[in-house]
Nanobody, 116 residues
Framework: QVHVVESGGGLVQPGGSLRLSCAAS????????MGWYRQAPGKQREWLTI???????NYADSVKGRFTISRDSAKNTIFLQMNSLKAEDTAVYYC??????????WGQGTQVTVSS
């Protein structure tokens, strides 16, 4: 079971940037693809981006060109660089394995609020 702790969220103005971090337990990146997800109020959790074991990436259309996933395998940490933030990016952001585990585990997430 992978355990994760997300951090780095906060309040940012439209057009601003944030960098989220996700510290994962164990040396998981050699065996697990990891992704970032988010859940806005009243909406279902949605997938944003994935990094494969080999380092390949893919992005949802809603964040392509604005968000970038990266990792530091030595520190068992993945990052989400978010640029050109919009009000509709306001959500709780989560990292997790991709696909998410069948046992329903999720970390506590980190709140991102985009508002002037």
């Amino acid at each position: 079971q992978v355990h994760v702790v997300e951090s780095g969220g906060g309040l940012v103005q439209p057009g601003g940037s944030l960098r989220l971090s996700c510290a994962a337990s164990g040396s998981i990146f050699s065996i697990n693809a990891m992704g970032w997800y988010r859940q806005a109020p009243g909406k279902q959790r949605e997938w944003l981006t994935i990094m494969s074991v080999g380092g390949g990436t893919n992005y949802a259309d809603s964040v392509k060109g604005r968000f970038t996933i990266s990792r530091d395998s030595a520190k068992n940490t993945i990052f989400l660089q978010m640029n050109s933030l919009k009000a509709e990016d306001t959500a709780v952001y989560y990292c997790n394995e991709f696909p998410p585990p069948l046992n329903g585990y999720w970390g506590q997430g980190t709140q991102v609020t985009v508002s002037s």
